[in-house]
């Protein structure tokens, strides 16, 4: 019986997903809930973190980031960790600046009319979790300011390598004479033409310039590229996504990418892929992209 129970506590501590209690600071008094708490490897865990910022004019900023926790001292961790303060700092300051920007506009409204609110969530992808792993993480921002027309959705990125501490840039992967952005290009150009009507708005946010192709993750079958609204495609048909299949780029990567040992291994390295969030719902995206490229 005693060896029934340890079995048990063990695979809970060591399951993908768990829960731990979070302590949320708004300003006012703290908030206790239950999180979730997800396996990376060894005693590495990846928790969803909440803060809550307000500031005037009746601001109100809400971030859920993903924080990287061991009890031992780490220091690829620490890197991952302030990259991501540093990146969700950044999109606190950009939603300032906004409201800042409309501040005539909103001098004329009444208080009960102001609203600037902005919440950031994030959906992440580990592979080779074996070992140092890759963390992908895609943060969506929704927020509203007072005195526009509609509301905004806006998505950053973060692809970062444990094993070395570092962030890696899209050329990273590939070849240093390779064409990867006209790779990038035509792929997501032929998939999004099946569905989308404004052929020109299309071209325009699909031509081969790296700030057409800046929110890309690295998923267990491909690069998932996310086109923001009004990109490819008016506002109301939202942002886009094309999943480009590591068979597509195999031949431009380069021989030392972080990715290159996971495609000669990839019963390995994908095996104990992670994957929390929204890319959870994109799974489909894969088969998706597959039919209409056919």
């Known amino acids: 019986m005693q060896k029934t129970i340890a079995l048990l506590v063990t695979?809970?501590?060591l399951g993908t997903c768990a829960f731990a209690e979070e302590l949320i600071l708004d300003g006012n008094e703290p908030v206790k809930k239950l999180q979730q708490v997800y396996h990376v490897y060894g005693d590495v865990n990846l928790l969803?973190?909440?803060?809550?910022?307000?500031y005037k004019p009746r601001i109100v900023i809400k971030i859920v980031y993903p924080k990287i926790e061991s009890a031992t001292e780490d220091a690829s961790i620490d890197s991952f960790n302030q990259a991501v303060t540093n990146l969700t700092t950044n999109i606190a300051a950009d939603f300032r600046?906004?409201?800042?920007?409309?501040?005539?506009?909103?001098?004329?409204?009444?208080?009960s009319d102001l609203h600037n609110n902005i919440t950031v969530d994030f959906?992440?992808?580990i592979i080779n979790a074996d070992e140092m792993p890759i963390i992908s993480v895609r943060f969506s921002s929704q927020g509203y300011i007072s005195g526009n027309a509609h509301p905004f959705h806006r998505y950053s990125v973060l692809n970062f390598d444990l094993a070395n501490g570092q962030p890696i840039d899209?050329?990273?992967l590939f070849s240093f004479d390779s064409n990867y952005?006209?790779?990038?290009?035509?792929?997501?150009?032929?998939?999004?033409?099946?569905?989308?009507t404004d052929k020109q708005m299309l071209n325009e946010g699909t031509e081969p310039k790296p700030e057409n192709f800046k929110n890309w993750n690295i998923k267990p079958y491909g690069l998932m590229i996310t086109f923001d609204e009004a990109q490819v495609a008016p506002y109301v048909n939202g942002p886009q996504t094309v999943l480009i299949p590591f068979s597509a780029i195999k031949g431009i990567l380069a021989s030392d990418t972080p990715l290159a040992d996971?495609?000669?291994?990839?019963?390995?390295?994908?095996?104990?892929?992670?994957?929390?969030?929204?890319?959870?719902?994109?799974?489909?995206?894969?088969?998706?992209n597959k039919t209409q490229s056919a």
Do not use: W
Request: with cysteine; aromatic share 6%; glycine share 2%.
């Open 262 to 288: 996971c495609l000669k291994h990839q019963k390995r390295c994908f095996r104990n892929k992670v994957l929390t969030g929204g890319f959870i719902d994109e799974a489909a995206v894969k088969s998706v």
């Open 123 to 125: 959906d992440t992808s």
């Open 48 to 54: 969803p973190t909440t803060r809550i910022l307000y």
């Open 11 to 13: 695979t809970l501590l």
């Open 97 to 111: 600046k906004q409201v800042a920007d409309v501040k005539d506009v909103q001098a004329s409204m009444s208080k």
């Open 181 to 196: 952005l006209e790779v990038l290009s035509e792929y997501s150009r032929s998939v999004l033409s099946r569905k989308l």
């Open 170 to 172: 899209l050329d990273d």
